[in-house]
């Protein structure tokens, strides 16, 4: 909920989520991936960028 995240970034974190290939607005067929992999590479990729991003915070991105 807001509310959770709300506390998160009050204790000195970052909360962020992001559109997971296949499941927005991407180019393709909706919810297909070739390798699970692909999405893990993509999620370690938007940390790492959040994480550079906001270098002084804590990095919280809960998988939803």
């Not at 909920?1 to 000195?12: H, T």
């Not at 296949?22 to 070739?34: A, K, P």
């Not at 999405?39 to 959040?50: G, I, N, P, T």
């Not at 915070?57 to 998988?63: D, H």
């Amino acid at each position: 909920s807001s509310r959770v995240c709300i506390r998160f970034c009050e204790l000195g974190y970052i909360v962020c989520s992001m559109d997971h290939s296949g499941h927005g607005f991407s180019d393709g067929l909706w919810i297909y991936l070739e390798t699970f992999k692909e999405l893990v590479d993509d999620y370690q990729e938007f940390v790492k960028h959040k994480q550079t991003e906001f270098p002084n915070l804590k990095t919280l991105c809960p998988a939803a």
